[in-house]
């Protein structure tokens, strides 16, 4: 069983940064992938970045990538998602996911959700 904890969500103003951590709990975290989706309102899951636990080999949505930063913290069983340069259209609640072995794109795939985390971009 795997259980996964977010935090770290907020609001933030346009150009702002914000941090959102997920902390993991399974009884091995080898052969994990760990991802971030998002959802905003009237929307479906959106992926926006994935860490494989071992290598830490990352992948990002186009919509996201040179502003947003995924990583982890082995000693810690923490992964985050480093926010740059927000826009409004960043609004969105932030999942964090996890699934076996292999990165996918679609959400459906993924296994394990934790609660989420709310992110608002407004000024």
């Known amino acids: 069983q795997v259980q996964l904890v977010e935090s770290g969500g907020g609001l933030v103003q346009p150009g702002g940064s914000l941090r959102v951590s997920c902390v993991v709990s399974a009884r091995t975290l080898d052969n994990l992938v760990m991802g971030w989706f998002r959802q905003a309102p009237g929307k479906e899951h959106e992926f926006t970045a994935a860490?494989?636990?071992?290598?830490?080999?990352?992948y990002y949505a186009d919509s996201v990538k040179g502003r947003f930063t995924i990583s982890k913290d082995n000693a810690k069983n923490t992964v985050f998602l480093q926010m740059n340069s927000l826009k409004p259209e960043d609004t969105a609640v932030y999942y964090c996911?996890?699934?076996?072995?292999?990165?996918?794109?679609?959400?459906?795939?993924?296994?394990?959700w934790g609660q989420g985390t709310q992110v608002t971009v407004s000024s």
């Open positions: 860490i494989y636990w071992n290598s830490g080999l990352t």
């Open positions: 996911a996890v699934r076996s072995f292999e990165y996918v794109k679609a959400w459906r795939a993924w296994d394990y």
